[in-house]
């Protein structure tokens, strides 16, 4: 279709393509988990886009228009077709990103596992539905579905038949051994984020033997169903001579994202400190990392700005690392577990005056020594000495 012809057609938001009132006015795109900035006329033209109205009958910005289309965020019609168009509304600061875990079971025993020994604890699938949809209707845009491990929920598929329709993009979680040809036709998700902890010999330390080349299947399965893959790694003391081997594997698979973290000393970890790495063995892996799926500070505060979790017994923390503060019952509430959660200033940390400080905000506050200290691992990450912040 030509440019012309495209502006004279019924502009109609893209079905993938969700309006946002965050901090300002966004436009989310859930397939492509991208976050446009709109200014106070974008979000009114496109508010009006339902594919009723022709885009010369909307906007003289042609230029606006084409780069729309280019992008996926609008479709052209040579017909009307309304869809009503509703603009997601959240509070201040916005919760962007939510953990849903929605069970303790899990079918590994990792010697990593921050949660500690696995427990047959699921969260109601009443809560779980009211829970994401009250998240969408705060303008959430990933919801991150974990457990343990999520496959073992035992009313997964019809949670997720429920939540089909949400604007909000759904992530999966999983050590990826539960996976088959079978279950991936149902598991209507936009992203599995597979655990990947090394090559063969470094993963099977932390997950044990045969976890490994279940893992790579259920990768391939993924791919095969053209469902987006993102991996997540931890840096640990069996797989730092793997991290090529790694990157090439997760080029090949077209991995949208790459993870890569630090271990925190929590759960089984406590029982096997043998697995921790220093900051200067991390700090060179950990630039391995790609993608931009990170849920971490912004506006001025520290890690969690955005982010919260629900665990299984359907309180509200602040992560998973966190679930002894309670911030309330997120069954009955969403909203008021979010505006129960203090945030935490840059302004307030020890390493305010860091050159580095806007970019790594001070790192994981639980894996920081103290409150307010630095996080060694993000110092090391960014090449400063942390002890001049003492």
């Not at 931009?292 to 359907?314: E, I, K, N, W």
């Amino acid at each position: 279709m030509k440019k012309a012809d495209r502006r004279s057609s019924y502009l109609l938001l893209s079905p993938y393509s969700v309006l946002k009132m965050l901090e300002s006015p966004f436009l989310y795109h859930m397939k492509k988990d991208e976050l446009y900035e709109l200014d106070e006329q974008s979000i009114a033209f496109l508010a009006k886009c339902n594919g009723t109205k022709k885009g010369t009958d909307l906007t003289d910005d042609e230029e606006f228009i084409d780069y729309c289309l280019e992008e996926g965020l609008l479709l052209a019609m040579d017909q009307p077709s309304k869809t009503d168009i509703i603009i997601g509304q959240s509070f201040l600061p916005s919760l962007r990103y939510l953990e849903l875990q929605l069970t303790r079971r899990c079918n590994l025993k990792c010697l990593h596992c921050y949660l500690g020994p696995q427990k047959k604890e699921d969260l109601s699938l009443q809560d779980a539905i009211h829970i994401s949809r009250e998240f969408e209707s705060m303008g959430g845009l990933r919801l991150l579905i974990s457990g343990g491990e999520p496959l073992l929920y035992p009313s997964l598929r019809k949670y997720l038949d429920e939540i089909s329709q949400i604007n909000v993009r759904r992530v999966l979680l999983t050590n990826g051994t539960k996976i088959t040809a079978e279950n991936i036709q149902w598991l209507n998700i936009d992203e599995i984020q597979f655990s990947l902890d090394g090559w063969r010999a470094g993963h099977e330390i932390l997950r044990g033997k045969g976890s490994f080349d279940k893992l790579v299947e259920a990768i391939n399965i993924a791919k095969d169903a053209e469902i987006q893959i993102s991996i997540a790694t931890m840096v640990h003391q069996g797989n730092l001579n793997e991290f090529d081997h790694m990157k090439h594997f997760i080029s090949d698979v077209g991995a949208c994202e790459w993870g890569i973290d630090a271990l925190c000393l929590s759960g089984n970890l406590n029982q096997n400190k043998k697995l921790i790495v220093s900051p200067e063995q991390a700090a060179p892996r950990m630039k391995y990392a790609f993608g931009g799926g990170y849920h971490g500070p912004s506006d001025g505060f520290a890690c969690g700005r955005h982010l919260m979790t629900v665990l299984p017994s359907g309180m509200g923390v602040k992560c998973g690392f966190y679930e002894d503060l309670i911030l309330g019952d997120a069954g009955k509430s969403l909203k008021d577990c979010w505006l129960n959660l203090n945030h935490l200033p840059i302004d307030e940390l020890n390493c305010r005056n860091c050159e580095m400080i806007h970019d790594c905000a001070g790192g994981c506050r639980f894996r920081a020594p103290h409150g307010t200290s630095p996080d060694p691992y993000m110092c090391a990450l960014y090449e400063i000495n942390p002890d001049k912040f003492k």
